[in-house]
């Protein structure tokens, strides 16, 4: 049962506008390819666990502190006899083990070694977790999701899953016998509510509005190569349409992620867009979706309206 499902992090989203907005250097553009292959990475292992029933509560990403040090868990399965670990890792190619260090095959670069990070976050999480007066055993897993990677002379002693062996892993995990009771579901809330939102690691570079690309991105495949119709926005590279309405709130709501202070005006918006040329339909749509405040050039939207 899945109590915290996964989202795309602020990082991941900022760094995904900024790629496509501004000239972001090698190791920038690096960084955001690294992000999108470790959040797909995570997504499928999600489609896994989700065919997993009631006999875990399972909660996605968690971002915990334990004895000033901040952690992060990829996937937590709370069973009815442990407290199950999985980290997630995209490597891609071979790779070997040796002497407790971890190497690319191809170079022989040795990268930090997944297995240290792995019993790094079991302790801390044990450490957190009997400061909150529980005792339930954690199992650590290394997922390796893949289906391109190889480890050479891996430990025997570690619990590691390739590519391949997950139906299996899953499987072994649904044959589990498992009741839950109140005693899980407190340990549940407890790490719920010790999340933390804003990570301490995010790396987003410097930027302002005057530097970044305007223009209305394709929804689909981020082409700014789109074209306003009376209704309907369309994208001349891949051939998909959207509403104007969604397109208009889309780029609303990412203008607001990369500038959370700046008042949101019908003239901001219009200039973000680039693509709707006219003002009054922008309007309309932010009336539609947003609270007004202020009166005349001092007016902005800044509430969404719900219900």
């Given at each position: 049962m899945?109590?915290?499902?996964?989202?795309?992090?602020?990082?991941?989203?900022?760094?995904?506008s900024l790629?496509y907005?501004?000239?972001?250097s090698a190791?920038?553009?690096?960084?955001?390819?690294?992000?999108k292959?470790?959040?797909?990475?995570e997504?499928?292992?999600?489609?896994?666990?989700n065919?997993?029933?009631?006999k875990?509560?399972?909660?996605?990403d968690?971002?915990?502190?334990?004895?000033?040090?901040?952690?992060?868990?990829?996937?937590?399965?709370?069973a009815?006899?442990?407290?199950?670990?999985c980290?997630?890792?995209?490597y891609e190619?071979d790779?070997?083990y040796?002497?407790e260090?971890?190497?690319v095959?191809?170079?022989?670069k040795e990268?930090?070694?997944p297995?240290?990070?792995l019993q790094r976050?079991?302790t801390?999480?044990r450490?957190?977790?009997q400061k909150?007066?529980?005792d339930?055993?954690?199992?650590?897993?290394l997922?390796?999701?893949?289906?391109?990677?190889?480890?050479?002379?891996?430990p025997q002693n570690?619990?590691?899953?390739?590519?391949p062996?997950?139906p299996?892993?899953?499987k072994?995990?649904?044959?589990k016998?498992?009741?839950l009771?109140?005693?899980?579901?407190k340990i549940?809330?407890s790490?719920?509510?010790?999340?933390?939102?804003?990570s301490?690691?995010?790396q987003?570079?410097?930027y302002?509005?005057?530097?970044?690309?305007k223009?209305c991105k394709?929804?689909?495949?981020?082409?700014?190569?789109v074209v306003?119709g009376?209704?309907?926005?369309r994208c001349m590279t891949c051939?998909s349409?959207?509403?104007?309405?969604l397109a208009?709130l889309?780029?609303?709501?990412?203008?607001i992620?990369l500038?959370?202070?700046?008042?949101i005006t019908t003239?901001?918006i219009h200039d973000?867009?680039k693509?709707?040329?006219?003002?009054k339909?922008?309007?309309?749509?932010?009336?539609?979706?947003?609270?007004?405040?202020?009166?005349?050039k001092?007016?902005?939207f800044?509430?969404?309206?719900t219900?």
């Amino acid at each position: 049962m899945p109590l915290k499902i996964r989202t795309e992090s602020k990082e991941y989203k900022t760094m995904k506008s900024l790629y496509y907005r501004m000239n972001l250097s090698a190791e920038e553009k690096q960084h955001y390819l690294n992000l999108k292959k470790g959040y797909e990475g995570e997504v499928k292992f999600d489609t896994l666990t989700n065919s997993l029933d009631s006999k875990f509560y399972i909660l996605n990403d968690l971002l915990l502190k334990s004895n000033n040090t901040t952690f992060q868990i990829d996937s937590l399965l709370i069973a009815q006899m442990a407290i199950i670990i999985c980290e997630i890792k995209t490597y891609e190619g071979d790779y070997y083990y040796k002497e407790e260090g971890f190497y690319v095959c191809k170079n022989n670069k040795e990268i930090t070694n997944p297995f240290h990070q792995l019993q790094r976050c079991e302790t801390l999480l044990r450490q957190l977790l009997q400061k909150q007066g529980f005792d339930l055993p954690i199992e650590g897993n290394l997922i390796f999701i893949h289906p391109e990677f190889f480890l050479y002379q891996a430990p025997q002693n570690e619990q590691i899953i390739h590519s391949p062996q997950l139906p299996n892993f899953i499987k072994s995990l649904s044959m589990k016998p498992s009741t839950l009771n109140g005693n899980h579901r407190k340990i549940a809330d407890s790490l719920l509510n010790a999340h933390i939102t804003d990570s301490p690691f995010s790396q987003v570079p410097t930027y302002e509005y005057e530097g970044l690309r305007k223009g209305c991105k394709c929804g689909v495949c981020d082409s700014f190569d789109v074209v306003c119709g009376e209704r309907r926005i369309r994208c001349m590279t891949c051939g998909s349409e959207e509403p104007i309405e969604l397109a208009v709130l889309r780029c609303t709501e990412e203008l607001i992620l990369l500038f959370p202070k700046h008042r949101i005006t019908t003239n901001m918006i219009h200039d973000w867009c680039k693509v709707v040329d006219s003002k009054k339909t922008i309007r309309r749509i932010l009336l539609k979706h947003y609270k007004l405040t202020g009166h005349g050039k001092y007016s902005y939207f800044n509430t969404v309206i719900t219900g």
